[in-house]
């Protein structure tokens, strides 16, 4: 459950700040997701936006439910919501996708849970909304 999708204009030389070591999901264009340690999950940083290069790649840092964008300024995006995983996901397009018209996008996701798809869901994976029915959450972007 996206709590946010901002997809962000940034410079090449942004940078995408987490707790070091959080274990972060790739989600490759083919094939299925690895994970690693956030900022090099599969060995290569991610953590700088960089200039179009024909690479795309999806992450989701789990367990991680605050992390900062830096291009000059800043902007962190915290999410809370008691009793439920919180991560942020990642999509860093270089130009990689799709293959007929590549184009960049940088996107910040705020979410519930720490899977894009409920069925690749194992225990604890998904939000669950409790018996009342109600799940609640609250999105904090701050500016500096």
Request: aromatic share 8%; glycine share 10%; charged share 15%.
């Amino acid at each position: 459950m996206w709590a946010a999708h901002a997809l962000l204009e940034l410079s090449p030389s942004a940078r995408l700040d987490a707790p070091p070591s959080t274990a972060t999901r790739v989600f490759p264009l083919a094939g299925p997701w690895r994970c690693g340690p956030w900022p090099a999950p599969l060995g290569t940083p991610i953590d700088t936006c960089g200039p179009p290069d024909g690479t795309a790649v999806g992450a989701i840092l789990t367990d991680c439910p605050e992390v900062t964008v830096s291009d000059g300024d800043s902007l962190t995006f915290a999410l809370t919501a008691a009793g439920q995983p919180a991560s942020v996901a990642y999509w860093r397009n270089l130009g990689g996708w799709p293959d007929t018209d590549p184009y960049r996008s940088i996107g910040v996701e705020p979410m519930l849970g720490r899977v894009f798809d409920l069925a690749e869901a194992g225990e604890g994976d998904a939000a669950v909304v409790p018996a009342s029915g109600v799940a609640r959450w609250r999105l904090t972007v701050t500016a500096s």
